[in-house]
């Protein structure tokens, strides 16, 4: 699968970085919370109590424009801060760079910003072997996996055929984006109770670590 695909798209928080390791998620969303309490918003409990910033960025959509750009701006800024501390995972930095060396091209696909993934790879050297980010950069939440619309559009910038396009991620929502964009979905099981997860997600391989992945191309 590895060697006949042409074009691999890779998630960032997790295929690629821990990105919160250093800044948690839990603190990314209180910081949120508190950024909206303070404008004046009404958070219910479901909202209080979310630990995924993602969330708390989704909710703001219904809190009317202004608070849905202050809070896509402060999740962008506390996601730049975090990928300054982000840790690589073990695997991706060969992945990224074999793919590259045997001639495929590569894109990041993130729910995360745009500035946040371009942060991380130039910091680890790794920004001139990506073709392409196609990160969170609108105010619509909607926009984000599991809509198959940054799948999408990485495939049109990347004038790339789906059938020969790949994506690696961690979550359910990759595998529902990569089934609804026609492209193979591969399934990266970084926690225990994940194989079978992204298996009923359907994900058509499930790997246990990147450096399964980077090994497949030398074979």
Same mark, same amino acid.
Not at 28 to 35: S, T
Not at 75 to 89: F, K, P, Q, R, S
């Given at each position: 699968?590895?060697?006949?695909?042409?074009?691999?798209?890779?998630?960032?928080?997790?295929?690629?970085?821990?990105?919160?390791?250093?800044? $948690?998620?839990?603190?990314?969303?209180?910081?949120?919370?508190?950024?909206?309490?303070?404008?004046?918003?009404?958070? $219910?409990?479901?909202?209080?109590?979310?630990?995924?910033?993602?969330?708390?960025?989704?909710?703001?959509?219904?809190?009317?424009?202004?608070?849905?750009?202050?809070?896509?701006?402060?999740?962008? #800024?506390?996601?730049?801060?975090?990928?300054? /501390?982000?840790?690589? /995972?073990?695997?991706?930095?060969?992945?990224?760079?074999?793919?590259?060396?045997?001639?495929? *091209?590569?894109?990041?696909?993130?729910n995360n910003?745009?500035?946040?993934?371009? *942060?991380?790879?130039?910091?680890?050297?790794?920004?001139?072997?990506?073709?392409?980010?196609?990160?969170?950069?609108?105010?619509?939440?909607?926009?984000?996996?599991?809509?198959?619309?940054?799948?999408?559009?990485?495939?049109?910038?990347?004038?790339?055929?789906? *059938?020969?396009?790949?994506?690696?991620?961690?979550?359910?929502?990759?595998?529902?984006?990569?089934?609804?964009?026609?492209?193979?979905?591969? #399934?990266?099981?970084?926690? $225990? #109770?994940?194989?079978?997860?992204?298996?009923a997600a359907?994900?058509?391989?499930?790997?246990?670590?990147?450096?399964?992945?980077?090994s497949a191309?030398?074979?």
């Amino acid at each position: 699968m590895m060697r006949s695909a042409r074009y691999v798209l890779l998630d960032f928080d997790g295929p690629i970085c821990d990105v919160f390791a250093g800044l $948690p998620a839990p603190e990314v969303a209180d910081r949120l919370r508190m950024m909206l309490r303070a404008a004046g918003a009404d958070l $219910p409990q479901s909202v209080q109590e979310q630990d995924d910033p993602m969330e708390i960025f989704r909710f703001s959509a219904e809190l009317g424009g202004d608070l849905n750009h202050a809070t896509l701006n402060a999740l962008t #800024g506390l996601e730049v801060e975090a990928a300054a /501390t982000a840790c690589m /995972t073990p695997g991706a930095a060969d992945l990224i760079r074999r793919s590259k060396e045997v001639g495929k *091209a590569v894109a990041v696909v993130s729910n995360n910003s745009a500035m946040a993934v371009t *942060a991380f790879l130039r910091k680890h050297g790794l920004l001139s072997y990506v073709d392409l980010i196609s990160a969170r950069v609108a105010l619509d939440p909607e926009l984000m996996k599991p809509n198959p619309h940054l799948i999408q559009q990485a495939l049109t910038q990347l004038d790339a055929d789906a *059938a020969l396009t790949l994506l690696v991620g961690d979550s359910v929502t990759d595998m529902q984006a990569s089934k609804s964009a026609g492209i193979t979905a591969v #399934g990266y099981a970084n926690k $225990p #109770g994940k194989v079978d997860l992204l298996a009923a997600a359907g994900a058509d391989i499930v790997v246990m670590n990147m450096k399964e992945l980077a090994s497949a191309l030398c074979v």
